[in-house]
């Protein structure tokens, strides 16, 4: 059974100790292939990260970047959450689940975002979609150095009353340093 709210610690990005960036850089590398906390390395900022802990043991985390998009024309920030994890011993207990719920009221009742927004390969959408998180059905752009380059995977959104649907123009211009 997953673990309450108060097992929830909610970081900012200048305040993961070691024990929590080597958890993350542990399970991330693991799971998605590379170091996320590196003075050298940086995708989009992460703002927040969410872990879950069950007594004194970290289990599950996610990330959450305030994000800057285009929605149908119109420039919105929402959060983005990615990186979502859950430490393999303890996976099927349902700590991805209540992180997510922990995570989606974060960011609509806290931080008062209109929207949220994710980025998974297309094996995961049946998990969010379950959550009434929707695909988006448009090719999505990204801003990238070179020029707009279209994401590759499946691309998620979530209002708050979770009445959204998949037809949307969205692109994802070059973020603001810091």
């Excluded at 985390?61 to 983005?80: M, N, S, W």
Aim: hydrophobic content about 45%.
């Amino acid at each position: 059974m997953a673990p309450s709210d108060d097992s929830l610690d909610i970081i900012r990005c200048d305040e993961v100790t070691p024990e929590q960036a080597a958890f993350i850089n542990r399970w991330s590398e693991a799971y998605f292939g590379e170091i996320v906390i590196s003075e050298d390395y940086a995708k989009a900022p992460v703002h927040w990260r969410l872990l879950l802990r069950d007594d004194d043991l970290m289990v599950s985390q996610v990330a959450i970047t305030e994000l800057q998009i285009e929605f149908d024309g119109k420039r919105l920030t929402v959060g983005a959450l990615g990186g979502l994890f859950t430490a393999e011993k303890v996976q099927g207990r349902g700590y991805a689940s209540s992180l997510m719920d922990q995570a989606e009221a974060f960011i609509f009742d806290t931080l008062k975002f209109p929207m949220g927004i994710l980025f998974c390969l297309p094996s995961l959408v049946p998990f969010y979609s379950r959550r009434k998180w929707t695909e988006i059905t448009r090719p999505v752009s990204l801003a990238h150095k070179n020029g707009d380059q279209i994401w590759g995977a499946a691309v998620m959104i979530l209002f708050p009353d979770k009445a959204q649907t998949g037809d949307h123009a969205i692109h994802v211009p070059h973020q603001p340093k810091g």
